[in-house]
């Protein structure tokens, strides 16, 4: 597959994950909490190059690949995802702007489960939200393990390294993970879009 065939691999990964995790939100009731945002204010959280291929190719097709990648250059590894929109100056509330493209870890985080060491299914997801809706939590937290549909983080990270294992695999600091998906789409679209065509006359 080439670059852009991946990151429609992707996006189709993503689209099928997100019928999985609105099912589970519905029957829960554990969505976020209007205006959080301190997951998305830590930048820490690291992802993959794979994971915003979409993101790179669409900021490309609109245009906007190198303005976003000379605010990248700007940015240091202790700002947040430039992605996220704060409204407060901790970064603890405010939005995602692209929420389309989003990472696979943006999608994951609240809507996933892990197994724990007991074998049974534990959701991941942040103490805003467990202590905020604690009953919801509580009655989810059993619901999962006695069969309600919820996503696998596991599982979904092993279809997302099939498609490309070695850039599913480089985990970097989210806004290192942008700027290489960035630097990798805009180079392939350069030799793409630059390739001459083959000659059709014979010798």
């Given at each position: ?99 389309q493209n ?74 290192l993970a ?26």
């Amino acid at each position: 597959m080439n670059l852009r065939e991946k990151s429609q691999e992707v996006r189709t990964l993503f689209t099928e994950l997100d019928l999985e995790i609105k099912a589970f939100l519905d029957a829960s009731q554990l969505g976020c909490i209007p205006g959080c945002g301190k997951c998305c204010a830590n930048p820490k959280v690291s992802a993959s190059v794979l994971e915003f291929l979409p993101l790179a190719f669409d900021l490309y097709d609109k245009g906007k690949a190198e303005e976003a990648l000379i605010l990248l250059e700007k940015t240091s590894e202790e700002e947040f995802c430039i992605v996220y929109k704060s409204f407060s100056v901790d970064g603890s509330s405010g939005f995602c702007s692209d929420y389309q493209n989003r990472g696979l870890i943006c999608r994951l985080f609240g809507s996933a489960t892990r197994t724990n060491r007991n074998g049974k299914k534990e959701i991941i997801t942040c103490k805003n939200i467990k202590t905020i809706k604690e009953v919801q939590y509580q009655d989810a937290a059993i619901a999962v393990n006695e069969g309600m549909p919820i996503p696998s983080n596991a599982d979904t990270y092993r279809k997302l390294n099939n498609i490309d294992t070695r850039l599913a695999e480089d985990q970097k600091p989210i806004n290192l993970a942008i700027k290489e998906a960035l630097e990798r789409v805009m180079t392939y679209m350069f030799y793409t879009e630059n390739q001459e065509p083959e000659s059709t006359e014979s010798f």
